[in-house]
């Protein structure tokens, strides 16, 4: 079965401090996508990794991928609030499909 | 670029009723693919169009199908509504069956009743 973990599921930390968020595959893929989705909003597309070892860096998020680990992480380096929301990450296996992990809620505290 | 429109935003049916939802994607894309995503199953893929076939489906009774038009606009239909198909309801588009980057749009929020 297609799994796609994430952890942790809900994460609450204070503002300026740094964190990680981890999104376990258990097939091949050879990309992998990190989504953010605010309350009540759709989802909004932070990075794609498309090869091992490829690492993002958006403001203060940072994306990698080891797709021999299977394993890609989310760091957030300096929290804000505003990176209040739930992150997503997707793998796309050769069905093409989107499998999507369980979904991490970031509460950013003032 | 306009972004991925659907419609209705917001929808309240009773048990047995049956419902369409619709998606307009991104000019120029031409793959469609519907989630629906609710607190306990999280996002669970439903189908992905392109070129008006369905490429691919997820693990969702007959009562959830879907089309899509020429141009490339789609549609999904669930008949005989259940107190469980409330959900929110995302459609995405891409450019093509790649798996590249899905654009998903503000989604339609079913509840039934």
């Known amino acids: 079965e297609l799994k796609v973990e994430q952890n942790p599921l809900f994460l609450s930390m204070q503002e300026g401090k740094n964190y990680t968020i981890y999104c376990n595959y258990s097939t091949t893929s050879d990309r992998l996508y990190w989504y953010r989705q605010d309350p009540g909003k759709s989802l909004e597309s932070l990075f794609v990794?498309?090869?091992?070892?490829a690492v993002k860096q958006e403001g203060r998020l940072m994306a990698s991928l080891d797709t021999k680990a299977r394993l890609s992480t989310l760091h957030i380096t300096a929290a804000v609030h505003d990176l209040s929301a739930t992150y997503f990450c997707?793998?796309?296996?050769?069905?093409?499909?989107?499998?999507f992990g369980t979904g991490t809620r970031l509460k950013v505290l003032a | 670029k306009a972004g991925v429109t659907q419609t209705p935003r917001y929808l309240i049916k009773t048990r047995g009723q049956q419902v369409t939802l619709s998606c307009s994607p991104i000019?120029?894309?031409?793959?469609v693919s519907w989630y629906q995503q609710t607190p306990g199953q999280g996002l669970q893929f439903l189908f992905e169009y392109f070129s008006e076939t369905q490429r691919n489906k997820g693990n969702f009774p007959g009562r959830f199908s879907g089309r899509q038009f020429s141009n490339s606009r789609s549609e999904m239909n669930v008949s005989t509504l259940e107190l469980g198909d409330s959900a929110l309801y995302l459609c995405?588009?891409?450019?093509?069956?790649?798996?590249?980057?899905?654009?998903f749009g503000p989604g339609t929020r079913l509840l039934v009743l």
């Open positions: 990794l498309l090869s091992n070892g």
């Open positions: 000019s120029g894309h031409r793959s």
């Open positions: 997707a793998v796309v296996p050769g069905t093409y499909k989107y499998i």
């Open positions: 995405a588009s891409s450019p093509d069956l790649l798996g590249g980057t899905q654009y």
